[in-house]
């Protein structure tokens, strides 16, 4: 459960024999020309001189590939290489253990068709992120479990022009879950805490956080769109020591994909999770109550808010970080309420 505090080949195919035939003659180490002595191309038997305006023998053309031929090939030579690589340690992984060439090939390769085609997820303002530099993209969290955190990754790689990679910030409970501890670490996720936020806007990444947590994650559905508390304004004071831009984020249609209608807070204290959910569906129909509505997203990123025009001790300044966490929460909220103006229905 991610949740944040504040979350080729040079195909030119090997020909037989390792290249293109030369058109030699024989007799000759050189093409086109003859040794002394060596019989003209005229008089060897069979032969016969080309005729005036055309020319001489020619190398007999290629079969052309199949449909999609050469496609399959790079695929698969892809494939092989990514799998030679895993299996024999070739490949990096940074400091805070993200594995991009994991990520773009395997995980967003999973999580792109719930995008695309069942979220149906439309991405507006996305150049508000800026091409390089650090960033804070700020977002409201909702939907029972972290899918709008996968989604808004998701969104911020495949339409932004220089496919940056979003960092989330995530809760400790991520970190305790096995497989999902080792999953949220390859996808570029990290603990929600001030050090390693600063340290990675500080080299130049983009850092996604949800400010309201397991209380915007597991709200009732009555209180859907409704922002809960920003917390004390801790993402506030990391953008201003890194002096990079915050970015206010609002996310549509998370909210219904599970819709909590209740909390069993007995089997949440027995699990150890901050809530245990009840939705129409889930736990009623087993697995099948955990396959999420398909309802119609919208990610909306919103005009930066610059941080670089302050002093470095703004960061210490209580009354400056309430101001800036406040004016960022209004932007988010005020952009959600007409996201849902706009919106014709929860599906469509």
Same mark, same amino acid.
């Given at each position: 459960m991610a949740d944040a505090k504040v979350l080729p080949f040079d195909d030119d195919?090997?020909?037989?024999?390792?290249?293109?035939?030369? &058109?030699t003659t024989p007799g000759t180490g050189r093409?086109?020309?003859h040794e002394p002595g060596a019989a003209p191309v005229s008089a060897l038997p069979g032969a016969q001189e080309p005729e005036d305006g055309q020319q001489g023998p020619q190398e007999p053309p290629e079969p052309p590939e199949g449909p999609g031929g050469g496609s399959w090939d790079r695929r698969i030579a892809g494939g092989l290489a990514f799998l030679r690589r895993r299996l024999t340690g070739d490949y990096d992984?940074?400091?805070?253990?993200?594995?991009?060439?994991? !990520?773009?090939?395997?995980?967003?390769?999973?999580?792109?068709?719930l995008a695309r085609s069942y979220?149906?997820?439309?991405?507006?303002?996305?150049? &508000?992120?800026?091409?390089?530099?650090?960033?804070?993209?700020?977002? &409201?969290?909702?939907? !029972?479990? /972290?899918?709008?955190?996968?989604?808004l990754q998701v969104a911020v790689h495949d339409h932004h022009p220089a496919k940056r990679h979003l960092r989330l910030l995530a809760a400790d409970l991520v970190f305790m879950l096995p497989v999902? &501890?080792?999953?949220?670490?390859?996808?570029?996720?990290?603990?929600?805490?001030?050090?390693?936020?600063?340290?990675?806007?500080?080299?130049?990444?983009?850092?996604?956080?949800?400010?309201?947590?397991?209380?915007?994650?597991?709200?009732?559905?009555?209180?859907?769109y409704k922002l809960q508390r920003f917390g004390r304004g801790g993402f506030v004071s990391t953008a201003l020591r890194a002096g990079v831009p915050i970015v206010p984020c609002s996310i549509v249609g998370a909210e219904e994909i599970y819709p909590m209608i209740g909390n069993s807070r007995t089997l949440a204290r027995i699990l150890g999770f901050p809530y245990f959910p009840l939705t129409p569906t889930f736990p009623w129909l087993g697995p099948l109550g955990a396959v999420p509505l398909p309802t119609k997203w919208t990610i909306q990123f919103g005009?930066?808010? /610059? !941080?670089?025009?302050?002093?470095?001790?703004?960061?210490?300044?209580?009354?400056?970080?309430?101001?800036?966490?406040?004016?960022?929460?209004?932007?988010?909220?005020?952009t959600l309420y007409k996201l849902l103006v706009q919106r014709r229905s929860v599906f469509f």
């Open positions: 195919r090997s020909r037989s024999g390792g290249g293109r035939r030369r &058109n093409q086109g020309q992984v940074d400091e805070f253990g993200y594995d991009e060439e994991l !990520t773009d090939q395997v995980l967003m390769s999973l999580l792109r068709p979220f149906r997820v439309e991405v507006k303002g996305i150049e &508000n992120i800026p091409s390089d530099g650090g960033a804070l993209v700020v977002a &409201n969290h909702s939907g !029972t479990l /972290p899918l709008d955190g996968l989604m999902v &501890n080792e999953l949220a670490r390859k996808a570029g996720h990290t603990l929600a805490c001030a050090e390693d936020a600063e340290r990675l806007l500080e080299g130049g990444e983009v850092v996604g956080v949800m400010p309201e947590g397991f209380k915007g994650l597991g709200k009732p559905f009555g209180d859907r005009e930066p808010i /610059p !941080t670089d025009g302050f002093p470095p001790e703004a960061a210490e300044d209580p009354m400056l970080m309430f101001n800036l966490t406040d004016q960022v929460r209004e932007q988010i909220q005020h």
